[in-house]
């Protein structure tokens, strides 16, 4: 028997909500959520309890913090949810299944409870603090398990003298990282220069004017990093384009905190560095 009138419109779950039930959610810190009402998104900092009621606080991308009631009116994903406070089995189950993982930041295998091996002759270098705080937040693990000891350099403007002092043999290799290595570029001449000094000495670089480039942008809620004018500060100015305090090199410092926090593992960061590094770490453990 045909059914002239067709489906019955009432049957289903008629009621829901356009974009679907609000499904809950723990408030994990880091997890990126909108609030409805006032359209603010940011980054779960931490859930705590005020006048009564439990808040949780989000972060955006210029470092703005704000409160919101902990509970429904939000969205993840463009999705409803409900925030509930984080369970500490919840965060047990995060950190046994961090510690079971099987993968270093970088991406290679984990080497369990093998103490770091005594440094070798070999080097890498870099030329300043934040590379090589970068380079051990990824790979850290990886370069104590081969015992590379990573350096920094004061500038490159000698770097071919800085490779002869060194004297690299077969046994005794040297890396080196430089930032903004592009055509043209006085970075370019340098090592040009510097490549004729030793066939034990590798260089390799990133064309990005800082490091902080080499991490992904939408680690921190942006689409591209800022621009930054010729003649300016780079990072003072592009603290300042986010918003974020940048008067003083102690802002500089504060920046780059919260930006390596926002480094997770490899790929959080640009191919481009990626592939320097880990030809680099090739290179001077070649046995």
């Known amino acids: 028997m045909n059914d002239r009138y067709g489906t019955d419109v009432l049957s289903g779950d008629w009621r829901a909500p356009r974009r679907g039930r609000a499904q809950p959610v723990e408030a994990e810190p880091g997890l990126v959520v909108e609030d409805v009402d006032t359209g603010w998104c940011g980054a779960v900092v931490r859930v705590e309890k005020a006048g009564g009621m439990q808040v949780v606080h989000l972060e955006d991308r210029r470092g703005r913090t704000k409160g919101f009631p902990l509970g429904p009116g ?41 103490a770091a091996r005594v440094a070798s002759g070999s080097r890498i270098w870099v030329e300043g603090r934040h590379d090589a705080e970068l380079v051990e937040k990824v790979w850290g693990d990886d370069l104590r398990v081969e015992g590379v000891v990573v350096e920094m350099l004061d500038g490159v403007d000698d ?19 430089v930032d903004h290595l592009v055509p043209g570029t006085k970075e370019s001449r340098i090592v040009a220069e510097a490549e004729r000094v030793s066939p034990h000495a590798r260089i390799l670089g990133h064309p990005y004017v800082d490091v902080w480039q080499s991490v992904k942008p939408a680690r921190l809620g942006l689409d591209v990093w800022p621009v930054v004018e010729r003649g300016r500060s780079w990072k003072h100015g592009v603290l ?48």
Do not use: C, M, N
């Open 159 to 177: 770097l071919a003298g800085e490779i002869r002092r060194f004297a690299p043999t077969p046994d005794r290799r040297l890396g080196v990282l």
């Open 240 to 287: 300042q384009e986010l918003g974020w305090p940048h008067a003083s090199q102690a802002d500089v410092a504060r920046g780059w905190k919260k930006i390596l926090a926002a480094v997770r593992s490899y790929s959080d960061l640009e191919p481009t560095l990626l592939a320097s590094v880990e030809e680099l770490i090739d290179f001077v453990t070649v046995p």
């Open 74 to 114: 939000f969205l993840l994903d463009g999705r409803p949810v409900v925030l509930t406070v984080p369970t500490g089995e919840r965060r047990a189950q995060v950190e046994a299944a961090r510690k079971a993982a099987s993968r270093t930041a970088s991406g290679s295998v984990a080497v369990r409870g093998q």
